[in-house]
């Protein structure tokens, strides 16, 4: 088989004195953390689409990026060149599990049905690799925001004929991903919002959207796809007011409409940071309300209002967002995925490389040092004695539903208030750095 990346050899574990761009410092996928293997608490995924199909180019210009494969016109022979360079990458970087949409693997056909043999095609290439190199499907999806048909959404565009070719290609996405044994299946609303109230009809837009997550579930359970539906909070980009806008926003609705049972998140770092939350509070979100599904890895910019796809590299956001999946119990059927693309100007195949050691070593070494400061126990033990006061006497009533309005006034109407006690924000993030810096 044609080599794609020649100048890059199979990527290994050298430590940290290592002073080879090209080796793991941070890490070795064997490491064990809080009783399981690196790989198999990070499960870092690779996204098809930026690793694959990206070429650079952004609004003020063209592609940069210099691929093996760019010669290559016909659009079929293009997309086999992408898969057998996705497995190489897999290979050499040593990550076990992908992810993609359906069209970035295959290309779009004169109809639906040409679209659909073109994805068999690819998908019959993928399977035997996936087989040969024990690679796994970490999720799929559906792009339904690139071909203009969408230009008013998907499942809540104003043309009931948009919305029925969203639910065929959703329905046809979902096969792939169950024959490809995906784990989950995410929707991101790429097109799912609006732009002004003028002409949008909001109230019919949501419930066709709850519909539609509906019609998934019930195809799914007919087929037998045992997998895990996610939905990917984005709060704006590509419309204005994006209807997933947080995990909070997100849990709201699917109870709203009885979805609940079926759907975890997909949290991303850079669509946390355009919320105006930070990444921790998202996965936290999820984790209380038992809906941490995977994450997207990717960081952006806090001084640009989009997505900038970065490759995470910030060491602190990295320790405290797995901080939080460590308290969530880990991250169950989801991974890490790289959504995360080269900077434009980082066109070389081996900056691929470099960008992915970068973030690979940045989440091997924020949970391990996670983890460390969840054995430390001294920020849990701070909290728990925060709150120690609705363990016994009248707090303790609260909690077990004992109290109401008229029982607390009773309590509190003649007695002194306790005093309360610092919150020693200074202190406990000087414990955070403590554990990075002494690591
Ligand atoms: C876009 C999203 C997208 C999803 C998959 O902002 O992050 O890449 O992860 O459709
Ligand atoms: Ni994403
Ligand atoms: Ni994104």
Known sequence: MKEYFCNVQKIKFEGRESKNPLAFKYYDAEEMVGGKKLKDQLRFTMSYWHTLTASGADPFGVGTYVREWDAEQDPMKLAKMRMEAAFEFMNKIDIDYFAFHDRDIAPEGKSLEETNRNLDEIVDLCEGLMKKHNKKLLWGTANMFTNPRFVHGAATTCNADVFAYAAAQVKKAIEVTNRLD????????????????????????????????????????????????????????????????????????????????????????????????????????????????????????????????????????????????????????????????????????????????????????????????????????????????????????????????????????NKDVSANKSGRQEMLEAIVNKYILND
């Not at 929707?187 to 949008?200: D, I, K, P, V």
């Not at 087929?223 to 997933?244: C, N, R, S, V, W």
């Not at 992915?356 to 091997?364: E, K, L, P, V």
């Open 182 to 413: 995906g784990e989950n299946y995410v929707f991101w609303g790429g097109r799912e919002g609006y732009e002004t109230l003028l002409n949008t009809n909001m109230g019919l837009e949501q419930d066709n959207l709850a519909r539609f997550f509906h019609m998934a579930v019930d195809y799914a359970q007919k087929i037998g796809f045992k997998g895990q539906f996610l939905i990917e909070p984005k709060p704006k980009e590509p419309t204005k007011h994006q209807y997933d806008f947080d995990t909070a926003t997100v849990l709201g609705f699917l109870r709203k409409y009885d979805l609940d049972k079926y759907f975890k998140v997909n949290i991303e770092a850079n669509h946390a940071t355009l919320a105006g939350h930070t990444y921790e509070h998202e996965i936290a979100v999820a984790g209380i309300n038992g809906a941490l599904g995977s994450l997207d890895i990717n960081q952006g910019d806090p001084n640009l209002g989009w997505d900038t796809d970065q490759f995470p590299t910030n060491l602190y956001d990295a320790v405290l967002a797995m901080y939080q999946v460590l308290k969530c119990g880990g991250i169950a059927s989801g991974g890490l995925n790289f959504d995360s693309k080269v900077r434009r100007a980082s066109f070389e195949a081996d900056d691929l490389f470099i960008a992915y050691i970068a973030g690979m070593d940045t989440f091997a070494q924020g949970v391990k040092i996670a983890q460390k400061l969840l054995d430390g126990g001294e920020i849990e033990n701070f909290v728990k004695e925060r709150y120690s006061s609705f363990t016994t006497g009248i707090g303790k009533d609260i909690v077990e539903g004992k109290a109401d309005f008229e029982s607390l006034e009773k309590y509190i109407i």
